[in-house]
């Protein structure tokens, strides 16, 4: 009777409420070990991959806080091929946002590891001075540029009437340097190469942090994923290279962050979870 | 937080930071009597920084009639509705900064604008506030009918809150000129700068996903130059230098002498806290109550001094070097009937009359053999 009674409570946690729905968790990510990774968030392989449902908190860590929560939870699932580490995320969003301009945010997901493993972990938020962590951040304005949007402000603001750009001056020959150069002039970020000012080859970005304020691009890019918005909610893989703890013990720690373009959220304003064990799995 | 003096509020506030003033501080007068809102200023500005693919909207500098006008629509009426009452007493401000009044979980109290707010740059234009007509109108003086023109660049704030607000602390005051700028290798578009910011000037550039701002022409600046909306302003409204603590001002500094000594230059919005460093000497023809609200309570003091200065001649004399020289005038004297401007050194830069001189020209000129037109 207590046995029964002890089961039935497990699988009431089990069946955590989600964006309306009642679905199955795992206690912990199971990254569960296949031959070859699915380049899209989409493909059937993800049938097969365990579903952690991760309840997001509120940044209320630091300023500038979010005070009212949006995203609630956030759907992970993971693969691994040995070399690299898939991570499956979506969550329930009524609002597809992937259009950056004044007042108007994107969508977007990151996941986090500590950069160094063992069981005295760094800060779920951004890592601390000294115990750095690394993220893999996926924007959906990004995705929608690698998806074929122009890099134009008519794809943002299809009725703009522009009469001249120093750049479209008729003495410079369309596609030479010069013409290059005097564009680069007027959009300074891209001159300086800031990543987030594109060009962008890929929907996802590799960071460092070594706490809240101190997120600094990582040196190269190695992560890839793949975004697609469909029935009111984000699906998005990130796929990067296996974290070493990960695959030296089998174990480690992940967190994640959602962003919600349509609630002004960007930068600390966001949804986060705290760490969440991850394993590998052999497959089956 | 941090306690902070800010001497335009003659107390101490809070601030993000510590207090760190540069070593130097930018700082310019803006003459609002001369002002025609030609807007040369902004399109020299415009020409020289914000051409490009998601600068369109972008206006640096730009010049707006008050009370009506805005850029963007409401920016200074939205913040003061929110902060609540802003009283003085005396010198001495009563009421609570941008940064007192932050609420829970934020650095500053902001707000952030539309994207529409930012398509009617010219909303307002010359639309006078006053008497309601019901009659029709006739002339009387002095004309119940007013509005003035306000020329707006960042105001490269002591206490910026474009700076306080960045969490990733993407933007700095330089050490050596007190210009505020926008790390454009750091800046990764989180626009909390754009909310902070109360005078709205900074921009969101949706092509390069970072926010930009005026850099006071800082290029310039390095070189001894004016910056290019002053060098090309045709009213001469404008003068820029650097501006001392009050306990420190110098008589032949012109910015000090004209805010700290004359006190014919008052601060836009001193009440919000941030100590803003573009003085403006208030439109003589405006009701009190509207210019206390937005430049202090200096306002009968400076109109007053403004209005006796063709009876003072070094005021008047300080006035006629705006716009006279393509470079930084960060000293001057008087001498008769001359206005000289000098280097720091104190080698003489230009020598302005205080009255042009007059010349009579006949009507026909026999050299050319054409008939003059009278074109002031």
Redesign the interface.
Known sequence: MRLSVLSAAIGCLALLSCGGRHEKTTPEIVARGVATLPGDPEDRIWEKAPVHVATLLLQDMVEPRLLEASTTHVRIQALADGSRLAIRMSWDDSTRSDLLAPGKFGDACAVQFPVEGGADLPAPQMGEEGRPVEIAFWSAAWQALVDGRPRDIHAIYPGAKVDHYPYEAGSLEPGSSEQTAMESRYAPARAVGNPVAGPHDRPVQDLLAAGPGTLTPAERTLSDGKGRFASASWVVLVSRPLPATLAHTGRAQAAFAVWEGGNREAGARKMRTGWIPISLEEGR | MALVHNWQLDRAMSYWYPESRPKKQFAAVFDTNKCIACQTCTLACKTT?????????MLWNNVESKPYGFYPLGWDVQLLERLGGQSWSGRHYEGRTIFEAAG????VLGW????L??AYPNVGEDDSAGAELQTGAFMELPHTKWFFYLARICNHCTYPACLA?C???SIYKRQEDGVVLID?????????C?RACPYKKT????????S?KCIGCFPKIEMGQQPQCFVNCIGKIRHVGWISRPEDARPDNPVDYLVHIRKVALPLYPQWGLEPNVYYIPPVHVPRSFLRMMFGPGVDHAIESYRKAPDDPDLVGLLSLFGSSPQIVPRWKRLGDSVIGLTEAGAEILRVPMKEPVHIRKAFDLAAGVTRTNTP
């Not at chain 2, 920084?49 to 909207?57: A, D, L, V």
């Not at chain 2, 952030?112 to 994207?115: A, G, L, Q, Y």
């Open positions: 920084w914000t051409s490009g693919q998601g600068q369109e909207y829970a979980g934020e650095r952030r604008p539309d994207e707010d930012y607000s969490p990733r602390s454009q290798s750091r800046c990764r578009g989180y626009q909390e754009v921009f969101f550039n949706p092509m390069t996903s970072t930009e």
